[in-house]
């Protein structure tokens, strides 16, 4: 096996299994001597995008990378569960439970291999994430790291799908997200906790793959967001953070009746730092007129997007070689999402 893939493996193992909590965070001072892990400049090169549909949802040979991913937020506590299956760097399954009160948990579930097949449908010992055919809505069961679930995404609103965003070293990642937002009926049994029910909760699904590595250091990271509104709605942010700076990314609105966005003009504000990693509490996306997602492709002229991210609490992982939070989030008052600033290790130490 090639060293970097191995290198892949066992940083993206160790750090997707690792919550270090270190010290507290607080506002960055002057004084603080930290990197501001911000961007230089917005590409507003248009990526190849359309609305995301389940058949854009298959396995990708090949990929060094690629992950399926769902998440549940419950608005009214805040409570929620993530399950991630990964085919590359290698089969592995992870979950992250975030309880009303009390520790919040990252919790690898080791299963020997993850197969996806084109119904869509990705399988393992520890989980499983299929499109159901009949019902037409994706369906999350879930045995593994303590936790089990079966969960249904109904009334889901499509997001995009795009890519290739091409950055250093010839990387290239590309995504869908067929469940931008739905509202979802089943059950959850969190780790250690008793079986509870997920009806009325908000839920979201997306797929990343291409040959990229995460923990490669030539990039810079990238950012990422969703957030579910009150009125059914989400709004979508996700990009790449090059090595010299540049953010080259999209946000975009999911709505019952239409799917649109742009490329973002992104800026960072409002800095925290959690030990030597720093990270903004505010993510501000904006462009003057969108474009229209149709199974077909981008067209039109949509109203112009101009959102706040607002990190609400966060929890930060940090495992030397990147750095993130994964940390509930709003936008507009009464919405519930989740935010990610990732970043290699030079910008954190590179001033």
């Known amino acids: 096996m090639p060293p970097r893939r191995l290198t ?15 010290p507290a965070t607080r506002p960055v001072s002057a004084r603080d001597g930290l990197p501001l892990t911000d961007i230089k400049r917005s590409d507003l090169t248009l990526v190849p995008g359309k609305l995301a549909e389940p058949a854009d949802d298959g396995p990708h040979p090949g990929s060094w990378t690629e992950w399926w991913y769902a ?21 592995m399954g992870l979950i992250f439970w975030y309880p009303e009160k009390g520790q919040k948990l990252i919790v690898p579930a080791l299963t020997g291999e993850v197969t996806a097949t084109d119904q869509p449908a990705v399988r ?15 369906r999350l069961t879930w045995n593994g790291g303590f936790a089990e679930a079966d969960i249904w995404f109904e009334n889901a609103v499509p997001g995009v799908t795009g890519g290739p965003i091409e950055y250093d070293g010839g990387q290239k990642m590309y995504w869908t997200s067929p469940v931008a937002t739905s509202h979802v009926k089943g059950w959850l049994k969190p780790p250690g906790g008793k079986r509870i029910s997920v009806d009325g909760w908000r839920g979201y699904h997306d797929h990343n793959w291409g040959p990229f590595n995460v923990v490669d250091q030539r990039y810079s990271g990238w950012e990422w967001g969703v957030s579910h509104e009150p009125d059914g709605s989400a709004t979508l942010l996700g990009g790449v953070v090059k ?26 504000s409002d800095w925290k730092t959690h030990g030597l990693f720093t990270y903004p509490g505010t ?7 969108s474009l229209l997602a149709t199974k077909e492709g981008l067209t039109g002229r949509m109203p112009a997007v101009d959102v706040d ?37 030079p910008p954190r130490i590179n001033p």
């Not at 892949?8 to 270190?22: E, F, M, N, R």
Request: net charge negative.
């Open 71 to 91: 998440h549940v937020m419950d608005p009214a506590t805040k409570r929620t569960f993530i399950a991630m299956l990964f085919t590359a760097p290698a089969p």
């Open 309 to 345: 991210f607002h990190v609400v609490d966060p929890v930060i992982i940090d495992v030397g070689l990147f750095a993130l939070p994964e940390s509930l989030g709003r936008t507009t008052p009464g919405s519930l999402g989740l935010i990610e600033h990732i970043r290699t290790l």
């Open 283 to 289: 993510t501000n996306a904006s462009c003057p007129s």
């Open 243 to 268: 090595g010299d700076g540049t953010w080259q990314g999209v946000v975009g609105r999911a709505t019952p009746s239409a799917t649109y966005g742009c490329m973002a003009t992104l800026k960072l």
């Open 124 to 138: 393992s010992s520890v989980g499983n994430l299929v499109w159901d055919t009949e019902r037409e809505t994706y």
């Open 8 to 22: 892949a493996i066992a940083c993206t193992a160790a750090s997707l299994a690792a919550l270090l909590l270190g």
